[in-house]
């Protein structure tokens, strides 16, 4: 078989199109495979749908040999397959490993002996040599020996404007030896540091590690800022006083809860394993999402309190979200905390909208939440403007004071009669 194909990237979304384009920019053939018809033929035609590439970086992909497929067969042309689909959590709240299980499906048809697999999708531990490589051998050939199998954690940061696929290093974690070596040597291309991991569950373990860390830590200062509201301690203040310590602090801020595709998802396949493996609950996570699961609803709380200062009810009451995406400076809305407070608010009779510079449409429960236009103008006529996402097209203090009342969930608005901070 003529491999004419380098590398072959399943899944064209935050995480596949970013690295399909390292690769290619490396002088690599890369093709993109997906399911979806409208972003295989918009990527064709020159046009991104990521924050983090723009139609011009698309456009210099397509001129260096990239191209985007539905079609399957050109696995079988591929020197390197890499597995970048969604691992989203299922309605009932646990690992949905269909997106993976379906591409894992389309390479089994087109394994060819020498090819190095590697799965980037965020699972739980086990999942590469308990799930993925028993169907791969399914095709006759023996991980290791005929093919090489690897996982590598992938670690996009959406609108990281300092660390890309490029100089972020790379986890990699093979069956075999052989196989790390194999995925070390592809990465190597186009990554300037690859880290190597004993083998693929600890390459697993080491981005839910990474992302636990930052949901617990989260949900500590969510706690916080609960309290420390109710004890009138400033805990912004506070943040900065203890991140002046130049060692043992680094510095999580509270918010409205917690959002995208990682934080809110990971700790939960971390958790569903050590209970579905071991028999009992990783108590740290578990609380952790609790807490973090519950900042929507009580920044209702705080909302509603506010407008009592006014005589207002929430029933009835103008309220108007400012910046629906979960990070500052993406238009992405995957697991925003925006979304469960809008239901909340909606279910208590709020009249709703919203204004965000990057989202032209955001929908609750197939209810289309109106978007208004004249940001200042919009500000004045309600009751009560709360700050979502600190997008740097904001003028935050302005907006506060063009507000009946401001309620700031990030912390950066300036002090005054009618802000309150989260």
Same mark, same amino acid.
């Given at each position: 078989?003529?491999?004419?194909?380098? %590398?072959?990237?399943?899944?064209?979304?935050?995480? &596949?199109?970013?690295? %399909?384009?390292?690769?290619?920019?490396? &002088?690599?053939?890369v093709?993109?495979?997906?399911?979806?018809?409208?972003?295989?033929?918009?990527?064709?035609?020159?046009?991104s749908?990521?924050?983090?590439?723009?139609?011009?970086?698309?456009?210099?992909?397509?001129?260096?040999?990239?191209?985007?497929?539905?079609?399957?067969?050109?696995?079988?042309?591929?020197? @390197?397959?890499?597995?970048? !689909? +969604?691992t989203?959590?299922?309605?009932?709240?646990?690992?949905?490993?269909?997106?993976?299980?379906?591409?894992?499906?389309?390479?089994?048809?087109?394994?060819?002996?020498?090819?190095?697999?590697?799965?980037e999708?965020?699972?739980?531990?086990? #999942?590469?040599?308990?799930?993925?490589?028993p169907?791969?051998?399914?095709?006759?050939? !023996?991980?290791?020996?005929?093919?090489?199998?690897?996982?590598?954690?992938?670690?996009?940061?959406?609108?990281?404007?300092?660390?890309?696929?490029?100089?972020?290093?790379?986890?990699?974690?093979?069956h @075999? +030896?052989?196989?790390?070596?194999?995925?070390?040597?592809?990465?190597?291309?186009?990554?300037?540091?690859?880290?190597?991991?004993k083998?693929?569950?600890?390459?697993?373990?080491?981005?839910?590690?990474?992302?636990? $860390?930052?949901?617990i830590?989260?949900?500590?200062?969510?706690?916080?800022?609960?309290?420390?509201?109710?004890?009138? !301690?400033?805990?912004?203040?506070?943040?900065?006083?203890?991140?002046?310590?130049?060692? &043992?602090?680094?510095?999580?801020?509270?918010?409205p809860?917690?959002?995208?595709?990682?934080?809110?998802?990971?700790?939960? $396949?971390?958790?569903?394993?050590?209970?579905?493996?071991?028999g $009992?609950?990783?108590?740290? !996570?578990?609380?952790?999402?609790?807490?973090?699961?519950?900042?929507?609803? $009580?920044? %209702?709380?705080?909302?509603?309190?506010?407008?009592?200062?006014?005589? #207002?009810?929430?029933?009835?009451?103008?309220?108007?979200?400012?910046?629906?995406?979960?990070?500052?400076?993406?238009a992405? #809305?995957?697991?925003?905390?925006?979304?469960?407070?809008?239901?909340?608010?909606?279910?208590?009779?709020?009249?709703?909208?919203?204004?965000?510079?990057?989202?032209?449409?955001?929908?609750?429960?197939?209810?289309?939440? +109106?978007?208004?236009?004249?940001?200042?103008?919009?500000?004045r006529?309600?009751?009560?403007?709360?700050l979502?996402?600190?997008h740097?097209?904001?003028?935050?203090?302005?907006m506060?004071?063009?507000?009946?009342?401001?309620?700031?969930?990030? &912390?950066?608005?300036?002090?005054?009669?009618?802000?309150?901070?989260?």
């Amino acid at each position: 078989m003529n491999r004419t194909v380098d %590398a072959v990237i399943i899944g064209m979304g935050y995480v &596949g199109l970013p690295l %399909a384009r390292e690769a290619t920019a490396a &002088g690599l053939r890369v093709v993109g495979l997906d399911i979806n018809l409208e972003v295989v033929d918009g990527l064709n035609a020159g046009r991104s749908h990521v924050d983090d590439l723009d139609d011009s970086d698309v456009g210099e992909m397509l001129r260096s040999g990239f191209s985007a497929t539905t079609d399957s067969c050109v696995l079988r042309q591929a020197r @390197t397959i890499v597995i970048c !689909v +969604p691992t989203p959590l299922s309605s009932d709240g646990l690992p949905d490993l269909g997106p993976v299980l379906g591409a894992v499906g389309a390479v089994v048809e087109h394994l060819q002996p020498g090819t190095l697999v590697v799965l980037e999708s965020t699972t739980y531990p086990g #999942t590469t040599d308990e799930e993925i490589r028993p169907l791969l051998e399914a095709s006759g050939m !023996v991980a290791g020996q005929d093919f090489h199998l690897a996982f590598s954690p992938e670690r996009i940061d959406p609108g990281n404007p300092k660390f890309g696929p490029k100089n972020t290093p790379k986890v990699v974690g093979g069956h @075999t +030896p052989a196989c790390t070596d194999a995925a070390e040597a592809f990465y190597t291309m186009f990554v300037d540091t690859v880290v190597r991991a004993k083998g693929t569950r600890e390459a697993e373990m080491a981005k839910l590690l990474e992302n636990t $860390y930052r949901h617990i830590n989260i949900a500590l200062v969510n706690e916080m800022a609960r309290f420390c509201h109710d004890l009138k !301690v400033d805990l912004w203040d506070v943040i900065n006083a203890a991140s002046t310590k130049p060692f &043992g602090f680094q510095a999580f801020r509270p918010g409205p809860g917690v959002g995208g595709h990682c934080i809110p998802i990971d700790p939960n $396949y971390l958790s569903h394993r050590v209970r579905a493996r071991l028999g $009992y609950p990783f108590r740290f !996570v578990e609380l952790a999402q609790e807490i973090n699961a519950t900042m929507p609803s $009580y920044i %209702a709380r705080r909302i509603q309190d506010q407008l009592n200062l006014d005589g #207002t009810p929430l029933r009835g009451a103008s309220v108007l979200l400012l910046g629906v995406t979960y990070k500052p400076n993406i238009a992405d #809305t995957r697991e925003s905390p925006a979304v469960p407070l809008a239901k909340t608010l909606l279910a208590q009779g709020a009249i709703l909208r919203f204004h965000d510079p990057l989202v032209k449409q955001f929908s609750v429960s197939d209810y289309d939440v +109106p978007r208004v236009d004249d940001l200042f103008e919009s500000l004045r006529d309600a009751d009560i403007s709360v700050l979502l996402q600190n997008h740097d097209g904001y003028d935050i203090d302005a907006m506060a004071a063009f507000s009946t009342r401001f309620l700031d969930t990030r &912390g950066v608005a300036r002090r005054a009669d009618r802000v309150q901070l989260l």
